[in-house]
């Protein structure tokens, strides 16, 4: 991990406290670059001011134009943690005031691609030409986007895997550095175990174990997430299905694989109950209400299943009344 360099009067106090949040577990590579973002604002604007005072807090966190509500909130959570670090250390900070409304986890409707969709976009991956710039990216693309349908990962997790991840006799993944730092051994089905193992004898035939699943061909370093967004883009323009600046999303994937899970085991009536906290697990979550809100989705896309669930458990798919969060 490549550490910030931080140059204001604060520097010192701000790398002790990323280094602090790294040592309690956290990833804080997003809160790390918005003190990055604060130091150079203080840098710029208040290279004489001896303390965190109101005047910085409250111009640093000031909402811009056309910004997203949760954007300032992300700066304030930052810097609130940040001033309460320095008070702890005996140093004069301004805490910004508890907000009285907070980010809402679930504003997002995810795109939900049906079976014939993810067909459509399986054979166009499948049809990509090889090129001389990126060798072997006409076999990569296929096996990403097969990886993330057909076990649910996040981009980030299916791009950090490495040859060593991957267990061909008993056709698992072990997902590491995780966004909750939950490491998970997950089962593959048969035949995305098979073409893994094709994959690996035309791409990977002399890997290493530390050697990335996804190599790049430019660096010694993993397929970027960003350019699988690019390629996944054009694809989707190619099989019809509209692109706006909102999605859908290479994540939306990851709900897909969810949804459609749920509605098979409710049409199959299964115990949800059971197959939530399965799921849960299964997708690395932190806690059951990503994974429930995910059932909400299913009733809200197939809601005559409804019916169904009702038959065995009335209180599973809860309405949502006033305010409350999904």
Not at 301 to 308: H, K, N, S, T
């Amino acid at each position: 991990m490549i550490k910030a360099i931080f140059q204001s009067q604060f520097s010192d106090d701000i790398q002790r406290f990323v280094d602090e949040m790294h040592a309690t577990g956290h990833k804080y590579n997003k809160g790390a670059s918005l003190l990055g973002m604060l130091d150079t604002f203080i840098v710029t604007n208040y290279p004489e001011e001896d303390h965190l005072s109101k005047k910085i807090v409250i111009l640093w966190t000031k909402r811009l134009p056309y910004e997203a509500t949760s954007t300032q909130l992300g700066r304030i959570s930052v810097i609130r943690g940040f001033a309460k670090f320095l008070c702890r250390l005996g140093k004069r900070a301004y805490v910004y005031p508890p907000l009285h409304h907070t980010i809402e986890r679930y504003t997002y409707v995810p795109y939900i691609f049906t079976e014939r969709q993810f067909h459509d976009i399986l054979m166009a991956s499948d049809s990509i030409r090889e090129s001389s710039s990126s060798p072997n990216m006409h076999l990569i693309l296929p096996a990403v986007f097969r990886l993330l349908y057909g076990c649910g990962l996040r981009i980030s997790e299916a791009m950090n895997l490495c040859e060593r991840d991957v267990d061909f006799v008993k056709g698992t993944l072990h997902i590491r550095d995780t966004k909750f730092r939950k490491e998970r051994i997950i089962p593959m089905a048969d035949s995305l175990t098979k073409y893994l193992k094709l994959y690996h004898t035309h791409v990977l035939h002399e890997a290493k174990p530390d050697d990335w699943l996804f190599p790049s061909p430019v660096c010694n370093n993993h397929y970027s997430e960003g350019a699988v967004y690019k390629h996944f883009r054009r694809i989707l323009w190619e099989v019809g299905i509209s692109h706006t600046g909102k999605g859908p999303r290479l994540h939306d994937i990851r709900h897909t694989y969810s949804i459609h899970c749920l509605k098979k085991w409710v049409v199959n009536g299964c115990d949800i109950n059971e197959r939530l906290a399965f799921l849960s697990i299964y997708l690395g979550h932190e806690d059951m209400r990503g994974t429930q809100h995910y059932l909400k989705l299913t009733a809200d896309l197939y809601p005559e299943i409804i019916q169904r669930v009702n038959k065995y458990s009335s209180n599973i798919i809860p309405e949502v009344i006033g305010n409350e969060a999904d």
